[in-house]
């Protein structure tokens, strides 16, 4: 068994600043498709080109099509579960609230997932742990702001 080893290498580092430009840029992305899209249809388009893009990924690694619909029902299920329900629910709320103030409220799930794990005692909350929460959720408020607006006019 390898050590419990919690350090980030400068690859993790190069990789974890990669998915958040990805990510927090799919938010952006999104802001400039709502002006001319409809939200469900920008939705669609997302999950159908991110399948297109995998799709050659399972031809190269020989994986087969499931047979039948029992044998596709998991995928049915994980396929909503994680892509069009979160992504219709976050492109729907965009019409509302600005593309920023989407994705900085984006980035408190890590935060609340280690408070739910606590509550559900699938981990324990360890003070590393509540002093990332504190620090995550001071980061959220710095970037978000104080409730603070100038009022020009």
């Not at 103030?101 to 609340?112: D, E, G, H, R, V």
């Not at 002093?131 to 995550?136: D, E, F, H, N, T």
Request: hydrophobic share 55%; aromatic share 8%; proline share 6%.
């Amino acid at each position: 068994m390898l050590p419990n080893d919690n350090r980030i290498d400068a690859r993790g580092w190069w990789l974890l600043g990669g998915l958040s430009i990805l990510w927090g840029g799919s938010f952006f992305f999104n802001g400039a498709a709502l002006r001319e899209l409809p939200p469900l249809t920008l939705v669609l388009l997302r999950v159908a080109l991110g399948a297109a893009m995998l799709l050659p990924l399972l031809r190269m690694q020989g994986i087969g099509f499931p047979k039948g619909l029992v044998g596709w029902a998991p995928f049915v299920v994980i396929g909503l579960l994680n892509n069009v329900i979160p992504f219709s629910l976050i492109v729907i709320g965009q019409t509302f609230i600005p593309s920023g103030l989407a994705s900085i409220l984006n980035a408190t799930t890590p935060l609340f997932t280690v408070l739910v794990m606590a509550c559900a005692r699938e981990e324990a909350l360890q003070m590393r742990r509540v002093a990332g929460v504190a620090l995550g959720l001071a980061g959220v408020i710095i970037l978000r702001g104080w409730g603070i607006e100038t009022r020009t006019g």
